[in-house]
């Protein structure tokens, strides 16, 4: 399978507690992007890396979250503390970077935290 | 005012009709626009992309695009009972080389046999 994954798929943890999340992009695409959604939302933009350099960061990306892209290949997501209203899925996707399909971005399959 | 604008439903047609599904963004600038299915408990997929106006189809899918009027939809031909799920419109909202996606809420279509 060549395609976007993540691990874990489910993450139940107390309040207060750490977690990290882990995406691995379509091989070949050099920029990747982590969403969060809610239930009855769209995903909504968090941070976006373009090969290991992080190029944007939403309001929503509070301090107590950081994202890394070392050597440009797999992502990491953490959050620090966390909290009830933390829980949601966690999405990443990645896109190549541009030409003829400017910017079409593939999901993985998500990681559902729930915060207890 | 929401960025992507979509028509919640929940939209129900009969199996083999034409589904009709709309979006509309508020920035003039947007340049890149998608289509995702969502199936419950899974993430989106990608269905369509488009990027310039009028229309663009792929099997019994076809999108379209008005730039003036900042518009786009999805029309699923030949319904079938496994094309129910949830659909996002997402836009590409300013441009550059960001590509970031805006979506909107989604519109969950039902297909009835």
């Known amino acids: 399978d060549t395609g976007v994954s993540q691990d874990p798929r489910h993450k139940i943890t107390k309040r207060g507690q750490n977690v990290t999340f882990r995406c691995d992009p379509i091989?070949?695409?050099?920029?990747l992007y982590w969403y969060r959604q809610t239930l009855g939302q769209g995903p909504e933009f968090l941070t976006y890396f373009q090969n290991e350099a992080q190029l944007e960061k939403s309001r929503l990306l509070s301090d107590r979250f950081s994202a890394e892209r070392p050597k440009g290949s797999f992502s990491t997501l953490e959050i620090q503390r966390t909290e009830q209203g933390d829980s949601a899925m966690y999405l990443c996707?990645?896109?190549?970077?541009?030409?003829?399909?400017?910017?079409?971005?593939?999901f993985g399959p998500g990681t559902r935290l729930t915060v207890l | 005012q929401k960025e992507v604008e979509q028509n919640s439903g929940p939209l129900s047609v009969p199996e083999g009709a034409i589904a009709s599904l709309n979006c509309t963004y508020s920035?003039?600038?947007?340049?890149?626009f998608f289509w995702y299915r969502q199936y419950s408990g899974k993430s989106p997929e990608l269905i369509m992309s488009?990027?310039?106006?009028g229309d663009k189809e792929d099997g019994r899918f076809t999108a379209q695009l008005n730039k003036a009027s900042q518009y786009v939809s999805l029309l699923i031909r030949d319904s079938q009972p496994s094309d129910s799920a949830t659909y996002l419109c997402a836009v590409n909202m300013f441009g550059g080389s960001n590509y970031k996606l805006t979506f909107g809420k989604g519109t969950l279509l039902t297909v009835n046999p």
């Open positions: 996707a990645s896109s190549s970077g541009g030409g003829l399909l400017r910017g079409e971005q593939f």
């Open positions: 091989s070949e695409h050099n920029r």
């Open positions: 920035d003039r600038v947007s340049q890149s």
């Open positions: 488009i990027y310039s106006n």
